[in-house]
T-cell receptor
């Protein structure tokens, strides 16, 4: 069994360009989360899916950010018109929803975005 | 007020000692609590989860939860140099948004 995978691992882009990241969760996990982490900070929640439905989206999330999980398996996160402030590590996590409230999340290796 | 607060440290303990990491949270409706370990340049790794008041032990790690005080802690017994990392506290709030603290940097001195 493989863990959560993310692609690409690193992305350098110029300001104003669009970028898309992909996350493949652990196979049996039905919940998928996106986070952003900058240096010295904890991961910041962006959005999450249960199967293909996007159930929560951070009120801090700019309209330039959009996420999809079309078939309830992999997910993509797109950032349009990137800004230098978008430079961060983008983390994906997945969990198996169950009757218990635990919802343990397992993280992928992350995609490091640098906007020049 | 931040949803989750941790002392940023750094916290230094000698090898073999007990490291104590603390976290407070603001939303009384929070149900689940997690500790993650993050090595520099790596993604967070789940160590412990807890949702009932009291202690939960797993090997050298013990998580403690006090919902009345809105406090959760992590004890690491017999600390090893390989435990040197940043420890993140995470809380599952109502609505299933997860909030992380900024992390406590731990250094175990050989």
């Amino acid at each position: 069994d493989t863990g959560v995978s993310q692609d690409p691992r690193h992305k350098i882009t110029k300001r104003g360009q669009n970028v898309t990241f992909r996350c493949d969760p652990i196979s049996e996990h039905n919940r998928l989360y996106w986070y952003r982490q900058t240096l010295g900070q904890g991961p910041e929640f962006l959005t999450y899916f249960q199967n293909e439905a996007q159930l929560e989206k951070s009120r801090l999330l700019s309209d330039r950010f959009s996420a999809e999980r079309p078939k309830g398996s992999f997910s993509t996160l797109e950032i349009q018109r990137t800004e230098q402030g978008d430079s961060a590590m983008y983390l994906c996590a997945s969990s198996l929803n169950s009757a218990r409230p635990l919802d343990e999340q397992y993280f992928g290796p992350g995609t490091r975005l640098t906007v020049t | 007020q931040k949803e989750v607060e941790q002392n940023s440290g750094p916290l230094s303990v000698p090898e073999g000692a007990i490291a104590s990491l603390n976290c407070t949270y603001s939303d009384r409706g929070s149900q689940s609590f997690f500790w993650y370990r993050q090595y520099s340049g790596k993604s967070p790794e789940l160590i412990m989860s807890i949702y009932s008041n009291g202690d939960k032990e797993d090997g050298r790690f013990t998580a403690q939860l006090n919902k009345a005080s809105q406090y959760v802690s992590l004890l690491i017994r017999d600390s090893q140099p390989s435990d040197s990392a940043t420890y993140l506290c995470a809380v599952n709030s109502p609505g299933n948004q997860f909030y992380f603290g900024t992390g406590t940097s731990l250094t175990v001195i050989p």
